[in-house]
């Protein structure tokens, strides 16, 4: 059993890791899930639903808990991000992903591609070992 996706925003990942998303009058004053989905990212759901109002903040940074069962990485002390590597956008981060950013490396890459893992704008061996960990880790979507 799935949730219905009652509203679907694509907006811009600002350096600071906010985003902006209006949403429509019947959108809100009502508890939703917010998802986050992102070009080589797992989908990261918030950890329960949150009302939708004007002006609200959800921060997925604070804290590994932000994220629904803990799904994300403490990439400094006290901040937290999602996993990256999901490269076929299946949910999950592993061998075939793998395959994908080979390719890639071996056809020297470059520019806004979803196996430049570390934004470098370089497909190369400096994003393999970014792949590799969430690979080993077994990192997958979770969500309700």
């Known amino acids: 059993m799935g ?9 811009i990942l600002h350096s600071d890791g906010s985003i902006v998303c209006e949403f429509a009058s019947s959108e809100i004053a009502t508890n939703r899930y917010i ?3 992102h070009r ?27 994220g629904y069962g803990d799904n994300q990485k403490e990439i400094e002390p006290n901040i937290w991000a999602i996993y990256s590597g999901d490269l076929n956008h299946d949910e999950n981060i592993d061998l075939i992903d793998v ?10 890459q470059f520019g806004y591609r979803d196996a430049d893992l570390n934004g470098d704008g370089n497909v190369d061996l400096l994003d393999a070992p970014i792949l590799e960990g969430n690979v080993n880790a077994f990192i997958f979507s979770n969500h309700p």
């Open 3 to 11: 949730f219905p996706v009652t509203a679907s925003k694509k907006t």
């Open 35 to 37: 998802v986050l989905k």
């Open 40 to 66: 080589n990212c797992i989908e990261t759901w918030s950890a329960s639903p949150v009302l939708i109002s004007n002006n609200m903040m959800y921060d997925f940074t604070s804290a590994a808990n932000k």
């Open 99 to 108: 395959g994908i950013i080979e390719l890639d490396i071996n056809d020297f």
